[in-house]
Nanobody, 123 residues
Framework: QVQLVESGGGSVQAGGSLRLSCVVS????????VAWFRQAPGKEREGVAT???????TYPDSVKGRFTISKDNAKNTLYLQMTSLKPEDTAMYYC?????????????????WGQGTQVTVSS
């Protein structure tokens, strides 16, 4: 089975940093897109970063310049470096693997999801 396990979440004050990790087993990063999503209570799940097989990345305006996605194919590990965190970044963060060979922010394009790791940013 394909399994994704996130870690690295926690509580941090506004302006702080966190690095999330996602270990993927039973799947390869080659020629697919891997992404980070987040979901706050009462809100839709939204994509915050994607990275393709060629290591090209995308970010929505809400996190651009603050978040950095990267991956280590040899370790089958995905990372999300978050800096200058804001209270509005508070959410459950999920890593996901696309069932297609392209990147998007549509949850329906991702067939495999982790259990999530909580990020709480206080003011």
């Amino acid at each position: 089975q394909v399994q994704l396990v996130e870690s690295g979440g926690g509580s941090v004050q506004a302006g702080g940093s966190l690095r999330l990790s996602c270990v993927v087993s039973g799947y390869t990063y080659s020629r697919i897109c891997v992404a980070w999503f987040r979901q706050a209570p009462g809100k839709e799940r939204e994509g915050v970063a994607t990275i393709a097989a060629d290591d090209s990345t995308t970010y929505p305006d809400s996190v651009k310049g603050r978040f950095t996605i990267s991956k280590d194919n040899a370790k089958n590990t995905l990372y999300l470096q978050m800096t200058s965190l804001k209270p509005e970044d508070t959410a459950m963060y999920y890593c996901a693997v696309s069932v297609y060979g392209w990147c998007s922010y549509k949850t329906s394009d991702y067939g495999y999801w982790g259990q999530g790791t909580q990020v709480t940013v206080s003011s």
